[in-house]
């Protein structure tokens, strides 16, 4: 096999043309690549509010809990002074007119 030192015109423009296509390729491909990175951290950003959202639900649904049982013993309560236990051990009728 031997070497051909002599170099063509085609064969230095095929390199130019290919080192041209690379960098083209590069230059997009990177700022593809930087658009990508822009709308992820907007995905991110987003899914930070959804985790602050879904913590203040929770918060609230443990409130909301909370209220449920203390109205169910106030309506127990209330329910018992209805039905004379409690503080009224008896009548008050003749008591005031």
Request: no cysteine; proline share 2%.
């Amino acid at each position: 096999m031997t070497f051909d030192p002599t170099i063509t015109s085609g064969a230095v423009l095929n390199a130019l043309v290919l080192l041209v296509g690379f960098a083209v390729a590069f230059t997009r491909i990177g700022g593809r690549i930087d658009l990508l990175s822009q709308r992820l951290s907007a995905v991110e950003e987003a899914l930070k509010s959804f985790r602050d959202t879904s913590e203040r639900l929770a918060v609230i649904e443990t409130m909301q809990a909370t209220h449920s049982q203390m109205i169910a013993g106030l309506q127990k309560e209330t329910a018992d002074l209805r039905h004379g236990r409690g503080f009224v051990r008896e009548s008050i009728e003749r008591e005031y007119p």
